[in-house]
């Protein structure tokens, strides 16, 4: 399956893929810009396939279609020692392509990820909500939240439900998470309503050797809230 993708190619050294959640790719840019620039490094920032008005092939229809579309990618830039990194539907993308064991992969880093189901602790469901409802589930602090283009649901919302269901979770991500082969570090911000802390700690315990770091003062969006925190985590991460 060959799927045309928009990336942003920022190209130094070590090697980073960084995927954005439904909020799309301006949720990720100014971060993968500080990351390039502090770290030296490498980073792709793709849009995904239907997101930002992209197309996204007939058969693109899931998750794990994704994941297997940037491995493709990866493949095709002929990259190693790559560390993914993935925020809300992006931390279940850098989940599932950190389960297909790609030796272009070498670590990989979930923020505030979607995607697990724990018991007790459900994802919120965005839909319907308005924008003030869905900055305060998302910030610690709303008050610093930029203000949405739009009133009403965007079209990436569409998009995301598109790969996620409804549910944005797959009943069988937490066994299979148990297989996971490259080191994986969970990073959440203490303040997130929308997937909460509890549901981040179940989320590292299904993955064998995880590292779970909590970040302070920080809600659903740590790369836009607290970028230097999350930075300075990520850079942990070796």
């Known amino acids: ?68 579309t940037y491995v493709e990618l990866l493949d095709r830039l002929d990259l190693t020692g790559v560390t993914v990194v993935g925020n809300s539907f992006g ?47 998302s910030w610690h602090d709303p008050s610093k939240a930029p203000q949405p283009a739009t009133t009403g649901p965007g079209p990436d919302v569409q998009a995301l439900i598109g790969y996620t269901g409804p549910a944005m979770a797959d009943p069988t991500l937490a066994e299979r998470l148990g297989q996971t082969p490259v080191p994986v570090h969970v990073m959440w911000g ?3 309503g929308i997937v909460s802390p509890e549901y981040g700690k179940a989320f590292a315990a299904a993955i064998p050797r995880s590292t779970f770091t909590l970040l302070p003062n920080t809600g659903h969006l740590p790369q836009v809230e607290s970028p230097e925190a999350l930075l300075d985590a990520l850079l942990s991460v070796r």
Do not use: C, Y
């Not at 920022?10 to 390039?36: E, K, N, S």
């Not at 389960?99 to 670590?107: D, F, I, Y």
């Not at 923020?111 to 319907?128: L, Q, S, Y």
């Open 1 to 68: 399956m060959t799927s045309e993708l928009t990336v942003l190619d920022l190209d130094r050294t070590r090697t980073f893929l960084l995927l954005h959640g439904g909020g799309g790719v301006p949720t990720m840019a100014g971060f993968a810009g500080l990351l390039a620039e502090r770290a030296h490094a490498r980073v792709l920032l793709p849009t995904h396939p239907g997101f930002g008005g992209t197309p996204k092939p007939a058969d693109l229809v899931g998750v794990a279609d994704l994941a297997r």
């Open 91 to 137: 931390g279940w993308v850098a989940a599932e392509i950190a389960l297909l064991g790609s030796p272009r992969v070498s670590s990989a880093v979930i923020a505030n990820g979607i995607g697990v189901e724990v018991d007790g602790h459900p994802v919120t469901d965005v839909r319907g909500l308005s924008p003030a409802e869905l900055r305060k589930l």
């Open 190 to 192: 203490e303040s997130d």
